[in-house]
């Protein structure tokens, strides 16, 4: 079993900034691609980033393209998510995911463990 731990969320103002860490318990962290969701209140799990297992590559959804960024640390099992120029519409639960493959999917089915989530709150 693999435990996610998320740590970074909070309050900021508009414009702001924030980075999510996400660790992981297992040593086999290193062999799966790893991805940020969140969820609006009401509203289905969406995803943010994803990476491959050796951060090699990455993909975000359009809505935080050059705003947000994915990266990992093997050697921390841990994954972060650096989010910049923070919108009010970013406002969610903030979950890290590990997948079951080295590649990294859009697809929430796709990723095995789950986080418990981090409140992110941007105010106007």
């Known amino acids: 079993q693999v435990q996610l731990v998320e740590s970074g969320g909070g309050l900021v103002q508009a414009g702001g900034s924030l980075r999510l860490s996400c660790k992981a318990s297992?040593?086999?962290?290193?062999?799966?691609?790893m991805g940020w969701f969140r969820q609006f209140p009401g509203k289905e799990r969406e995803f943010v980033a994803g990476?491959?297992?050796?951060?090699?590559?990455?993909g975000c959804v359009d809505s935080v393209r050059g705003r947000f960024a994915i990266s990992r640390d093997n050697a921390k099992n841990t994954v972060y998510l650096q989010m910049n120029s923070l919108k009010p519409e970013d406002t969610a639960v903030y979950y890290c995911?590990?997948?079951?493959?080295?590649?990294?999917?859009?697809?929430?089915?796709?990723?095995?463990?789950w986080g418990q989530g981090t409140q992110v709150t941007v105010s106007s």
């Open positions: 990476i491959t297992w050796n951060g090699g590559d990455t």
């Open positions: 995911a590990q997948a079951g493959t080295m590649g990294w999917t859009r697809t929430s089915n796709s990723y095995v463990y």
């Open positions: 297992a040593r086999t962290f290193s062999s799966y691609a």
